[in-house]
């Protein structure tokens, strides 16, 4: 590579310039995914640390820089614990957004045949009795939080719940939440056309940017659909409004059909393509 002089004494390569360029959006998108959340302060101290250890070596500071680099030896380890949610989110999204979609949405990708994962869309009936499901618990201010599956089998949060495998009814989702119910407390999980389970527990965003208004329904639809490819709906016992959420974005629906559309496959696989 051609070195390339600035200020009479910098040389810089088109490498190096380049290999700037990358860390520089790396640190970038870093901090805008931890943006909000509790690791932001930690993250922030350990750039300060890499600061101190780059300075102590540009002065020859060898005591420093020995004591800088026993910590960060051993700081890697505790990072990886530290940032575990973090961590496991980046990575979620980055296997969303790596290029092993095919341009027809309509059919599965060779990658998702090769690990015989598909896609357990909606069918219409389903849709209409969901919608119609949250519409009635809307208007009698009963709190609702369901969960629909795509790809991702969601085992272990099944497990924690009461499996019911039943028929997609929208009286059965209403008796369900009905506040009396023994089940009502939790998430429903739906899947394969079917009810799989209720009384489900779902993890916790650790966000702190959420309106107030978000209760706990709220911060658990955003928590698990940040860590897998779900749909969540949510009812608010509260306010009796509705809200769609999807890799950890609140959607409030404003009428039933909005919220039909979010569910119908044609609308999921338009906004894939987006």
Partial sequence: MIPLEIFGFLRLSVADILDILMVAIIIFLVFRWLRG???????IAIVALFIVRFV?????????SAL???VISVGAIALIVIFQPEIRQFLTRLGRRTGLRTE?????????????????SLVGTDVKEITQACRDMAESSTGALIVILHKNSLEEIIDTGDRIDADIKARLIENIFYKNSPLHDGAMIIGHGRIIAARCTLPMTERTDLPA???MRHK?????????????IVVSEQRGTISFVRE?????????????????PQKKEDEDRN
């Fill in 37 to 43: 959340s509790s690791a932001m302060n930690i993250l």
């Fill in 56 to 64: 102590a070596g540009a002065l020859g500071m060898k005591l420093m």
């Fill in 68 to 70: 800088m680099d026993a």
């Fill in 104 to 120: 027809d949405a309509g059919h599965m990708n060779w990658f998702d045949r090769l690990l015989g994962r598909k896609d357990d």
């Fill in 213 to 215: 208004k978000y209760g």
């Fill in 220 to 232: 658990s639809a955003v928590g698990i659909s940040e860590q897998s490819d779900v749909d969540v």
């Fill in 248 to 264: 950890g974005v609140i959607y409030p629906i404003e009428n039933i059909n909005e919220l039909r559309l979010r569910l119908e």
